[in-house]
């Protein structure tokens, strides 16, 4: 078993209809996943709309989800800033809440070179005893974390112990695969290129389907080592949700989704916005693919 587990799932912030944050309702959604085959969680990260929380709003998260989950479950806290400074503050107060890991993504915006790059994650993995998780999504920070600049990380940096490749590169990823250390691991950062990313060496994956179909994704890993056929059918039936969750910006299909099945959710905040009846229709038809039960109206939320 990788040391976070094979299916972290980067979990929603619910949010009440005043766009508060929901801890109660962060707490349920927490336990509903690790229930539904979640072998950990990450708070805090993009799908939980960091950008939008507070220093103390992230914190109040992190400890609530810890509370509710943290004895039976990997806990990973997100502390991405772009400014070196601010992430090294809330990574050594996050640090001291009981969680087991934290994830770091690159300084967005500000496009670092990749020696800003390495000394900002330095900076970061210093301020921390515990195994970091690199984040490399340059859809979202315009920045990619180059492979070698990966490699000396990984090599160099005793607490620096993963990374959540969202670059979806296959070559790019076999080649840090073929050179890393190897209590150094690779998860897919993203759902849809899972199943290439085992191909060269993944270990497995932080989602955002893991809110909806985390069983299904476990499931997929397993076999993939005794069964890739099995495993590439589980990925063709998920594959609609997958794309699905991503046809507006995320995190607003995915609220959607989890409001169409009863777990917490609630609005995401501007500049997000809402899904239109657009997504809402695609997102039932990819839900009902992937064989996951939607509520009734009437029904309500759990």
Not at 1 to 13: C, D, H, N, Q, Y
Not at 161 to 181: E, F, H, I, N
Not at 191 to 219: E, R
Not at 259 to 267: C, N, Y
Request: proline fraction near 6%; charge should be negative.
């Amino acid at each position: 078993m990788p040391a976070f587990g094979r299916v972290l799932t980067a979990m929603a912030s619910p949010l009440h209809a005043d766009f508060g944050l929901d801890l109660d309702g962060a707490q349920r959604l927490a336990a509903a996943l690790v229930d539904r085959g979640n072998d950990g969680v990450v708070v805090c990260g993009t799908t939980g709309e960091s950008p939008t929380l507070t220093h103390a709003e992230t914190l109040d998260l992190i400890r609530a989800v810890t509370e509710a989950v943290g004895d039976r479950a990997t806990v990973l806290a997100g502390t991405g800033k772009n400014d070196t400074a601010a992430a090294v503050a809330l990574t050594r107060e996050a640090s001291g809440l009981g969680v087991d890991g934290i994830l770091s993504v690159t300084g967005y915006y500000n496009k670092p070179s990749q020696r800003g790059i390495e000394a900002h994650f330095r900076a970061v993995a210093a301020a921390t005893d515990l195994p970091v998780m690199l984040y490399n999504v340059p859809a979202r920070t315009a920045n990619e974390i180059a492979p070698e600049t990966l490699l000396r990380l990984a090599t160099d940096v005793d607490n620096v112990v993963a990374v959540k490749d969202a670059v979806s590169d296959v070559v790019k990823a076999a080649w840090l695969v073929a050179r890393k250390p190897d209590d150094f691991e690779v998860y897919s950062g993203d759902d849809a290129s899972l199943l290439p990313m085992l191909a060269v060496g993944a270990v497995g994956v932080v989602s955002v389907a893991g809110h909806l179909v985390g069983a299904d994704i476990a499931a997929m890993i397993d076999v993939f080592s005794t069964d890739p056929a099995k495993a590439r059918e589980i990925h063709l039936r998920l594959l609609p949700l997958f794309t699905g969750l991503f046809c507006d910006p995320s995190p607003g299909p995915l609220k959607a989704a989890l409001r169409m099945v009863g777990l917490p959710a609630g609005p995401v905040r501007l500049p997000l916005v809402d899904a239109d009846e657009r997504v809402e229709a695609v997102l039932r038809d990819a839900l009902a693919a992937a064989g996951v039960h939607t509520l009734d109206a009437a029904e309500g939320p759990r």
